[in-house]
């Protein structure tokens, strides 16, 4: 009966271990909460105000080499790529909010030290741009001796290459969901980020890219079925719009 008992523990324990090593991603930050609003700098001060391990956000290049901080390559009629920065600083967010430059969002995030960022470089129209935009990026988080916070993400396989040139010790995620864990470890990346799609297609590819040593993240999950079976895979981090939710599951 003891011995039972012993068994049933250290199992318990060994569940909650695993549960505690999956880490919260807010997706485009903690948005959905009054207030807020999708790559917001509420968003960013929101994850970090229920302690999210990290806040997600999503950058652009405009067509005079401005980077800013949004999702959507268009975005209440304006072109995030196409037109100027004069004309996309005259969005407004749904939450009142003025549409943030990398600058605001990164002078922002000095004033919240705990939070992880999560830069996530959009693909845009040409190599050349790709390339511009990671130089711009690099020496933004140099400015603000942000690099040893920030992780970068991308579809773009020639954005990630371009990152890793540049910052090695930096981690990098691709996020196309095509590329094997071997051949990510062989680019030398960090891990594979992939959607929840991606995973029930190849649900091998977690566990091989554990036994590459890489990491795991997968967005964007926000059901509670879902976010239990990905925190039972023992992924590494989960990039969801319900943050509270999940804390609560990991709980």
Request: hydrophobic content about 40%; overall charge neutral; aromatic content about 10%.
């Given at each position: 009966?003891?011995?039972?008992?012993?068994?049933?523990?250290?199992?318990?324990?060994?569940?909650?271990?695993?549960?505690?090593?999956?880490?919260?991603?807010?997706?485009?930050?903690?948005?959905?909460?009054?207030?807020?609003?999708?790559?917001?700098?509420?968003?960013?001060?929101?994850?970090?105000?229920?302690?999210?391990?990290?806040?997600?956000?999503?950058?652009?290049?405009?067509?005079?080499?401005?980077?800013?901080?949004?999702?959507?390559?268009?975005?209440?009629?304006?072109?995030?790529?196409?037109?100027?920065?004069?004309?996309?600083?005259?969005?407004?967010?749904?939450?009142?909010?003025?549409?943030?430059?990398?600058?605001?969002?990164l002078k922002?995030?000095?004033?919240?030290?705990?939070?992880?960022?999560?830069?996530?470089?959009?693909?845009?129209?040409?190599?050349?741009?790709?390339?511009?935009?990671?130089?711009?990026?690099?020496?933004?988080?140099?400015?603000?001796?942000?690099?040893?916070?920030?992780?970068?993400?991308?579809?773009?396989?020639?954005?990630?290459?371009?990152?890793?040139?540049?910052?090695?010790?930096?981690?990098?995620?691709?996020?196309?969901g095509d590329?094997?864990?071997?051949?990510?470890?062989?680019?030398?990346?960090?891990?594979?980020?992939?959607?929840?799609?991606?995973?029930?297609?190849?649900?091998?590819?977690?566990?091989?890219?554990?036994?590459?040593?890489?990491?795991?993240?997968?967005?964007?999950?926000?059901?509670?079925?879902?976010?239990?079976?990905?925190?039972?895979?023992?992924?590494?981090?989960?990039?969801?719009?319900?943050?509270?939710?999940?804390?609560?599951?990991?709980?």
């Amino acid at each position: 009966m003891k011995q039972r008992f012993f068994f049933i523990a250290l199992l318990c324990l060994w569940c909650m271990g695993l549960s505690a090593q999956v880490k919260v991603v807010a997706h485009r930050g903690y948005w959905k909460i009054e207030g807020s609003a999708q790559n917001s700098l509420s968003s960013l001060i929101k994850a970090d105000s229920i302690k999210c391990f990290g806040s997600e956000f999503d950058v652009w290049l405009t067509a005079d080499s401005k980077l800013v901080v949004d999702h959507d390559k268009t975005y209440k009629g304006a072109n995030m790529e196409e037109d100027k920065l004069k004309t996309i600083r005259q969005i407004k967010l749904d939450n009142g909010e003025t549409l943030p430059t990398l600058d605001e969002y990164l002078k922002c995030a000095l004033k919240h030290p705990d939070i992880r960022l999560v830069l996530e470089m959009k693909p845009l129209s040409s190599f050349i741009r790709e390339d511009e935009a990671v130089k711009k990026i690099v020496k933004a988080l140099k400015k603000y001796k942000l690099i040893d916070r920030t992780d970068i993400i991308s579809f773009s396989i020639n954005a990630c290459l371009e990152f890793k040139k540049a910052l090695p010790d930096t981690k990098i995620y691709y996020l196309n969901g095509d590329i094997r864990p071997d051949r990510i470890k062989a680019l030398g990346f960090a891990g594979i980020d992939y959607s929840m799609s991606d995973f029930q297609k190849h649900p091998e590819w977690i566990e091989e890219a554990h036994q590459q040593g890489l990491e795991v993240n997968v967005w964007t999950v926000d059901k509670e079925e879902d976010l239990r079976y990905f925190i039972d895979q023992g992924v590494d981090y989960i990039t969801t719009n319900e943050p509270e939710l999940l804390q609560r599951l990991l709980k």
